[in-house]
């Protein structure tokens, strides 16, 4: 782990560290089981470096909190280490030259619960590990199986999309249940 905080920290693969304060490579226990997979630092993660600090990071502990888990009790990655100016999409070339990062960090962690957050990390990930990915609508909460690995994997709503539409926390709450569920069968800590 501490190979890869110098690798990302020095990481100039894309353009984005030329405008980043802070990379955001990660945080929580790296012996976790669970592994959330957000889409990239926004503002106020720039500046202090560490995933999910600002407004949607509220919501998320929220989500956590409803299944008895917190931040200290799993591991949180972005796609994109660096802040896309203006918080806008990452784009497919800083995609590509960023998740190498992110796979070690999937194979440092092993998680058996991948939680991935939004279109962006879920798009990833599915293909990743050979699902064909559709839009979060239709499949958050649906639990993918990696069999291979011995691992889920369960899309959820990105936490912001409850800041510009708060009728969508209900079906968070649903699908942090079925995380919830997951953990209890599987004895996952
Ligand atoms: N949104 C993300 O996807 N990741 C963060 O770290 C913060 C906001």
């Keep these: 782990m501490e ?9 100039r693969r894309c353009k984005l560290w030329r405008t980043r304060k802070n990379p955001v490579i990660g945080s929580g ?21 560490i995933p999910f600090v ?5 919501i998320l502990d929220e989500l956590l909190s409803s299944i008895n888990l917190n931040r200290e009790k799993v591991y949180i990655a972005n796609i994109l280490k660096c802040r896309p100016p203006g918080n806008r999409d990452p784009s ?9 990062h992110l796979d070690r960090q ?12 939004g279109n962006f990390a879920t798009r990833y990930t599915l293909e990743k590990f ?9 499949i958050h909460g649906k639990i993918f199986d990696v069999k ?17 539409n708060p009728g969508i926390k209900g079906l968070m709450l649903d699908d942090f249940r079925v995380i919830g569920d997951l ?6 800590s």
Excluded at 3 to 11: A, G, H, P, Q, T
Excluded at 92 to 100: G, W
């Design 3 to 11: 190979e890869l905080l110098e690798k990302v920290r020095n990481c």
């Design 106 to 117: 999937i194979e440092l962690i092993k998680p058996k619960i991948v939680v991935t957050l």
């Design 148 to 164: 291979d690995r011995n691992s889920k994997i369960v899309p959820v709503y990105h936490p912001a999309s409850a800041l510009y």
């Design 54 to 58: 600002g407004a949607a990071g509220e």
């Design 130 to 138: 050979g699902f064909k990915p559709e839009s979060i609508g239709r």
């Design 29 to 49: 226990d790296i012996n976790a089981d669970i592994m959330l997979i957000g889409e990239a630092p926004g503002r106020n993660e720039d500046i202090e470096g």
């Design 92 to 100: 497919r070339e800083e995609i590509d030259a960023c998740t190498p």
């Design 183 to 188: 953990i209890d069968k599987y004895k996952v």
